[in-house]
């Protein structure tokens, strides 16, 4: 499958098979991730993969009220939790160099996206998921001072195909030279 295809193609998926993740597909996503680009090449990234029931659960429970991934997170056979070292992305000497401050955000996102997008290239599922209480993950996966939770992904065999959401026509998010000049 080549990048576009991919790109196109992936959809969020909350339900999943029991079917175990190969080991080599688990690997080959988490190369992609590790292939980023990042801030000053920190990679700042860390990714802790859950395979226990019971760490699932608890990670499930940190989820917002009526979060449509709260089921995926527990069927998966995998979960993949994004983290980051702060105080390197948007640093220089120490100092933050930009107006959006700790660039882990972006460098987090950018190689989570690498992430999903080779999964959906080996015909595994994943859905981001961000809406939950950082600080509870944080404790379940016992991140230490300086390293904190951004998102997390299930992983595994899709249980069926998510419809297509449309999306909106470039037209209507392209500018060219200012904004709102088509």
Not at 27 to 53: G, H, Y
């Amino acid at each position: 499958m080549d990048v576009m295809q991919a790109i196109k193609q992936r959809r969020s998926v909350r339900r999943y098979k029991p079917d175990p993740v190969k080991p080599e597909e688990l690997q080959a996503v988490l190369e992609a991730a590790r292939m980023a680009p990042s801030w000053a090449n920190t990679q700042c990234w860390k990714f802790i993969v859950v395979r226990d029931s019971g760490t699932k659960a608890k990670l499930a429970a940190t989820l917002s009220r009526n979060n449509p991934s709260t089921a995926a997170i527990t069927e998966a056979p995998v979960v993949i939790a994004a983290c980051a070292e702060t105080g390197k992305a948007g640093f220089k000497r120490g100092e933050v160099c930009t107006d959006k401050g700790d660039w882990f955000m972006f460098d987090v996102g950018i190689a989570m996206q690498n992430l999903v997008l080779a999964a959906h290239s080996l015909g595994l599922g994943t859905v981001h998921v961000g809406l939950v209480d950082a600080k509870k993950a944080a404790e379940v996966l016992e991140l230490p001072p300086g390293v904190v939770f951004v998102e997390m992904t299930p992983l595994g065999y899709p249980k069926e195909e998510p419809e297509v959401i449309p999306r909106k026509e470039l037209s209507e998010i392209v500018f060219y030279e200012k904004y709102g000049q088509k």
